[in-house]
């Protein structure tokens, strides 16, 4: 999240925005913040404007809003200002003299539910781990089978954004996928036939995957600038038809494809293991977590938490926090299970197919009801566009 402060005047203002906020800009006008959002429309974006007249509060129709924006007016106690505002589609005016900087925080810290809102329903859980081997697959692959087999009413994507090369198509029975995460970007336009002609499978009656990269060259490809638009907009308009997206990026990096899809996620899990070397690694992510803005819908996930030489949740809590302006702690573990885990990989298979009553699937249980149909999400009544008759057209394709 990026709070861009636009005003000549009040200065102390973005000052004070500086003590509550790490990611907060100051510009002058507004034909500066249109520049500004243009090469930022990925992230979610709260403007902060001060007006003057109404030929000030006019000029936001320059603006061509998305729904990842949220706009706060600061202008004089002037109905008229007010009502126009409001029919221009601004979120919030204040006047000046309601101004101060706790109503300001609050009104950013609600921007971020506003903003989910409109992206609609959909939950996007993206998994990324603080380094290969910490089972970031294994977890992703397995919940979005599971979640799938316990909510049949659900329709379930998964996506291997990963930027090595993939092997989740393996354990969904696509041994030599012809289309991948890369052909998406090759579209012209965004439908379901096209989808499902250009990597789209599926692998059971309600859980959809995209496999991810099969040669270690095609990273060039998920980098490039036109494709991360591409694949963002891919996203969005998955949301239409899916309930669940779970995305699978891989080992953390610093890299933009990454970064801007963990900005339109729900939630994002980082796969860690608790030992000291593990969180090292991850006081790094935190730190771009703490950044970002992403501390609400951040879950630190630890595999393997009962291997030997690990240490406490309260040492890692202290190590993760240190210097950080939040709290941050282990939110949930799962077992060291290599004796079901272990032949599973070996074989390509899942574990939640295989081994159903292991300690690992149990686990994943429980992630799956607290994590990802809690009671809100369950009284929402928007359904998703069935999947299942546009099946049964193009499956010639798979």
Known sequence: MIIAYVSTIEKECFTRLREFFDDVVNLNRIDEFISFYASHRNRDIVLIYRVESMTELEMLHQINFSNNIYIIVIGPDDINLSLRAGKMGVDKYISRSDVNPEAIKQMVAHSQSVIKERRGKSNIAVFTGISGGVGTTTITMNLAAMVAAKHPE????FLDFSYTKSVSNLFFDAFQPQKNIIDIASLARLDLEDLFANGLMKYDKNLFFIPGIQRHTDRETLEKAENIQR????????????????????????????IDIQEIADQIFVVTELNIPAMSILKTYIDIIDKSGWYSKT??????????GTVTQDEATMILSKDSRHKFEVDFTLPNDAKHLRPCWNE??????EFPESNFVKRLEMMIDRYFFTTSMEQVTETKKPLN??????KQWL
Do not use: Y
Not at 154 to 157: I, P
Not at 299 to 308: A, G, K, Q
Not at 348 to 353: F, N, Q, T
């Open 154 to 157: 659900k329709n379930v994507l």
């Open 231 to 258: 694949f963002l907009a891919f996203i969005t308009f998955a949301k239409q038809f899916f309930d669940l997206i779970l995305i699978d990026v891989g080992m953390f990096e610093d890299v933009e494809l990454e």
């Open 299 to 308: 879950h630190i996930l630890v595999n393997r938490e009962d291997s030997f």
């Open 348 to 353: 390509a298979m899942l574990v939640c197919e």
């Open 389 to 394: 008759p546009l099946w049964t057209k193009v």
